[in-house]
């Protein structure tokens, strides 16, 4: 790789010498399998609910409901249980996000990506072996801590791995691989569902993604940050030399020592993120993972299959075109790998928002105006359904989809980044598993309105990005204080030092930190 100077010309104006590596990529490839375990049981689970064979066995109310000529074509899949199958993992997802934030800490953020592994490993010989629907349910918990392990770790450890220059491209790998997993997922109904046992095929090849990150894991590096922050100085240097890919790594190294000695001396995170100084990142973190939800996109994704039922497609139909919207996930979240280093966050996420916004207000006009409680829509109007769901993952995918976590796992300083982005996976975990919960009787209730409901809030994402989001393009993670938070109109005002935002350290803290940029 040629060489690449990664300049942090801010508070101190230092650069940062590194290459772009081929250690950095690897790396970052094998711990992104994280992202495709998750996004393979996005796609699975939609595609498994609409299989005959599947309701039959577990929600044979469904099943009846499902083929009733007049039943309202809203409310086929209107059951809490089924839903259960889908969020009962989010909602495990949710819980295990908290003490995995510990575990990145302590054991490293390797140690909880292999962790994640062995947890969707198990969750997925639970799910193909299940008899009855509570053994089904178990395997989903297990599966939600695997990817509440998973979400936390693989975000923060490509972060600290990557070059400044080249930060958000590796990060938002993570997406590529959620999207991947989907499409992959997609693919599998496809050809499993006419099968009599196709739904436990489905469920059981979610262990292969598990398999790969178990594996590859072994073969990469933990980050520098984390053995730093564990006390193993001499690994951590060797590691940071050998990512960076150059011998020059004292300023940097320096500074990531300094950085631990201020994260080292927060005895209580989680605490310490109830701070004023903490509130503009913790806000932010937050919002963009609930926001991310309430596009929509996931009711979409979860859904697709019985969503192209719903306007009239048969079930094959329906999963073909769950494949081609999984495709234009993938391509478009390439676009985002493309450009979000050079156009920056927020142009990416404000073009988004107009586009979603128009995709969301024409699908429920279209359902509103042309689709009947027991009819079907016209084969060419359910095409434009198809094309305008692709419009609007298109959006999601190259911008709130990536840029979600992306903008997550940059804007924590190191004494609060695992605390401060266990709120946000939890947060995206939360409201993940609400609208798993309760997508398909919100659509039973609210017919094409729900719809109009997700646009409502794209309008609110929109008016957040342009006056509260500051842009975080090519900044390193510890000078987003100076450079970024100090500096924007509102938040600026809680960039307070003082003896008693700082957990009891003084004036030596904050002195210290200033001269921080990792």
């Not at 575990?103 to 953020?109: I, V």
């Not at 500074?255 to 806000?283: D, G, H, W, Y």
């Not at 596009?295 to 192209?308: E, K, R």
């Amino acid at each position: 790789m040629a060489p690449v100077i990664t300049s942090s010309a801010g508070t101190g104006g230092k650069e940062f010498a590194a290459k772009l590596t081929w250690r950095v990529l690897t790396c970052g490839l094998i711990a992104s399998t994280g992202g495709l375990m998750f996004g393979y049981d996005i796609g699975i689970s939609g595609g498994v609910t609409g299989m005959d064979t599947f309701l039959k066995e577990f929600f044979p109310k469904v099943y009846v409901k499902k083929h009733l000529a007049k039943e309202n074509n809203y409310c086929k899949y209107d059951n809490q249980l089924l839903q259960l199958f889908t969020s009962s993992l989010y909602l495990a997802a949710l819980v295990m996000s908290f003490y995995a934030a510990t575990m990145c800490k302590k054991f490293g953020r390797k140690l909880t990506m292999q962790a994640a592994s062995i947890f969707f490993l198990v969750g997925a010989i639970f799910t193909v072996a299940s008899r009855n629907l509570w053994m089904l349910i178990i395997g989903r918990i297990l599966l939600g801590f695997g990817v509440g392990c998973g979400n936390q770790a693989v975000p923060l450890f490509i972060s600290e791995i990557a070059p400044v220059k080249y930060r958000g491209a590796l990060n938002i790998c993570f997406q590529l691989m959620i999207t991947v997993g989907i499409l992959i997922a997609n693919i599998v109904n496809y050809y499993t569902a006419p099968i009599l046992w196709g739904w436990r095929l489905s469920l059981g090849l979610a262990g292969i993604p598990a398999l790969i990150l178990i594996i590859g894991s072994f073969s990469i590096s933990e980050t520098p940050t984390s053995l730093v922050e564990r006390g193993k100085l001499d690994q951590g240097k060797r590691v940071l030399k050998a990512i960076r890919g150059v011998d020059d790594v004292d300023l940097e190294f320096e500074e990531i020592q300094e950085a631990c000695e201020i994260a080292n001396r927060i005895k209580n995170p989680f605490k310490n993120l109830m701070k004023t100084s903490s509130r503009p990142q913790l806000v932010i973190g937050v919002l963009m993972q609930v926001f991310q939800q309430f596009t929509g996109i996931n009711a979409i994704m979860f859904y697709s299959p019985v969503l192209f039922q719903t306007v009239g497609f048969k079930n094959d139909a329906a999963l073909l075109s769950a494949v081609i919207t999984g495709t234009v996930n993938v391509v478009s979240t390439l676009v985002s790998i493309a450009l979000v280093d050079r156009t920056g966050r927020r142009s990416l996420l404000l073009e988004a928002c107009g586009q979603m916004g128009i995709s969301q207000a024409a699908i429920g006009a279209i359902l509103a105006s042309r689709l009947s409680l027991t009819g079907t829509l016209e084969h060419s109007t359910a095409i434009w359904v198809v094309l305008l769901i692709c419009v609007f993952v298109s959006g999601f995918a190259w911008s709130w989809g990536p840029l979600g976590w992306l903008v997550a796992s940059e804007i924590f300083p190191l004494k609060t980044r695992a605390a401060g982005f266990s709120f946000a996976v939890s947060s995206n975990m939360l409201f993940t598993a609400l609208i798993a919960q309760s997508f398909l009787s919100m659509m039973c209730k609210m017919r094409a309105g729900i719809f109009f409901f997700f646009l409502a809030w794209i309008v609110v994402m929109c008016l957040f990005v342009i006056f509260f989001l500051p842009e975080t393009k090519q900044v390193p993670i510890d000078e987003m204080v100076e450079r970024v938070w100090k500096q924007h109109w509102y938040w600026k005002k809680y960039m307070i030092d003082d003896d008693d935002d700082n957990d009891g350290n003084g004036p030596a803290e904050s002195k210290l930190e200033k001269g921080v940029s990792t």
